[in-house]
């Protein structure tokens, strides 16, 4: 497994820029969503692009684009008809 170990300042609002070369490797675009994650008591985090998830039951299968990046399975679309 390769580690890699990239510093950046947090802005007074959070924020990070993540490195072009990080960007590249985890195929993150403008817009895309990322999941963020830590372990306990490391404190270590992840970070991965997140997969579309159903915005109801958290499915990824069969699922039905809506607007602002949104999802929803057919079978919860089915039960909102």
Not at 17 to 43: M, N, T
Not at 48 to 55: E, G, M, T
Request: glycine share 6%; charged share 30%.
């Amino acid at each position: 497994m390769d580690k890699y170990l990239v510093q950046r300042k947090i802005d007074e609002l959070g924020r990070i820029v993540l490195p072009i070369d990080v960007r590249k490797a985890l195929d993150l675009h403008a817009g895309d969503s990322v999941d963020i994650g830590w372990e306990e008591p490391s404190k270590i985090l992840s970070l991965q692009k997140s997969n579309p998830i159903c915005l109801n039951c958290h499915s990824q299968e069969d699922l039905k684009a809506l607007p602002g990046g949104k999802y929803i399975c057919r079978r919860c679309l089915s039960q909102v008809k």
